[in-house]
């Protein structure tokens, strides 16, 4: 008998999404609703020819690309197979057994299942309103506290806090924790982003981004993150070496330096969004107000949440039960077409 080490032992799997059969249409991962830009889908063509050779282990094209868009230095970035693998070997590098991972009450659940492989434990601060509440976390912190999580927006929630709150919680933290600013859902939160990447240079605070929302690049693997030098040194020594493959590096090139496809993007899902929770809310659903492509159904109670995703279902759409997340009576619906989201908003009308 073989066994795994103790704590992988011990480790509940990663809840992968359930997309039911194959003939429903997903409305579970928050895949973008708009295709990638055009231009992004060549310039990944052009590059399968030269999948003879290992990709730039450095980002070289990627990173300049990043700094051309963003207030972020190349030498602070770094690349990863998804956002994920930064997060995952940030928390790896950074905690261990003994410390605490300090997330929000609905965090990403990701997270934990980082701070399990870590071997180190994570605690939620509460929220309220399904809101990131900068002094519930702050209330949390302990000797033991190694690193603070905040996912700004929220998924699931959909939820968003200003900026100058998380400006704050830096300010009081110990210079000793280090801060992790999930932004996967950035592009669809109209607020001035600089002062976020500025916190980095000062060498506590750590910001990823994802080509797998607002890009519409899921499959493509691609997440960056701005890191304090001596921070990137050590999570480097954990990431896998040629971790994005030679197309989804020219995917997300030109995915970025498309500014015009991104802005239209975002702003088509968002008015999609904005009708689709506006018609919720009239049917008498409290839908927190998003600024991701997706929004948070609550139910009156985990029953109401059930026959939802039977009727749905029948319709023909899955959505992501939120169980885990301790919303038992919530579904998440991703943004999608618009007569999809009007298919479901007319499940749910017929519901509520
Ligand atoms: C989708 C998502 C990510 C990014 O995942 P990738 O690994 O980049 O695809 C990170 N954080 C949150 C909260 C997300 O929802």
């Known amino acids: 008998m073989i066994h795994a080490v103790r704590p992988v032992a011990a480790m509940a799997s990663y809840a992968l999404a359930d997309l039911g059969n194959a003939s429903l249409i997903s409305l579970a991962q928050n895949e973008s609703a708009v295709p990638p830009s055009p231009k992004a889908l060549s310039a990944?063509?052009?590059?399968?020819?030269?999948?003879?050779?290992?990709?730039?282990?450095?980002?070289?094209?990627?990173?300049?690309?990043?700094?051309?868009?963003?207030?972020?230095e190349t030498a602070s970035l770094l690349c990863g197979a998804g956002s994920m693998e930064l997060i995952g070997c940030l928390i790896r590098a950074f905690a261990g057994p003994?410390?605490?991972?300090?997330?929000?009450?609905?965090?990403?659940?990701?997270?934990?299942?980082?701070?399990?492989?870590?071997?180190?434990?994570?605690?939620?601060?509460?929220?309220?309103?399904?809101?990131?509440?900068?002094?519930?976390?702050l209330a949390r912190?302990?000797?033991?506290?190694?690193?603070?999580?905040?996912?700004?927006?929220?998924?699931?929630?959909?939820?968003?806090?200003?900026?100058?709150?998380?400006?704050?919680?830096r300010a009081a933290l110990p210079d000793n924790i280090l801060l992790i600013i999930d932004q996967a859902y950035a592009e669809f939160d109209d607020q001035d982003h600089a002062p976020i990447f500025a916190l980095v240079s000062r060498g506590e605070t750590v910001v990823t981004r994802t080509l797998s929302k607002a890009y519409g690049l899921a499959g493509a693997r691609v997440g960056w993150g701005a890191l304090p030098p001596a921070i990137g040194a050590e999570v480097r020594k954990l990431l896998n070496p040629n971790n994005i493959s030679n197309s989804s590096q020219?995917?997300?090139?030109?995915?970025?330096?498309?500014?015009?496809?991104?802005?239209a993007a975002v702003a088509e899902i968002a008015k999609i969004r904005n009708s689709f929770a506006a018609r919720l809310r009239a049917a008498g659903y409290a839908v927190p107000k998003s600024a991701t492509n997706f929004v948070l159904i609550p139910f009156s109670d985990i029953e109401a949440a059930h026959r939802a995703d039977r009727a749905l279902r029948e319709a023909g759409y899955i959505l992501r039960g939120m169980r885990g997340y301790g919303l038992p009576h919530c579904l998440r619906a991703t943004i999608g077409a618009?007569?999809?989201m009007e298919a479901v908003a007319q499940t749910l009308e017929v519901l509520a």
Do not use: K
């Open 338 to 340: 618009a007569r999809d």
């Open 250 to 263: 020219a995917m997300a090139v030109a995915a970025i330096q498309d500014r015009a496809h991104l802005c």
């Open 44 to 72: 990944g063509r052009a590059a399968l020819a030269r999948s003879t050779l290992y990709p730039d282990p450095d980002w070289h094209d990627l990173r300049r690309a990043i700094a051309a868009v963003h207030p972020v």
């Open 141 to 169: 912190v302990t000797d033991i506290t190694r690193i603070v999580v905040v996912c700004n927006p929220g998924n699931p929630t959909g939820t968003r806090i200003p900026n100058a709150d998380l400006l704050r919680l």
């Open 98 to 137: 003994g410390d605490d991972v300090l997330g929000t009450q609905y965090g990403y659940l990701f997270v934990a299942t980082a701070a399990q492989q870590a071997g180190t434990r994570y605690i939620r601060a509460s929220e309220t309103d399904y809101t990131v509440s900068i002094d519930a976390v």
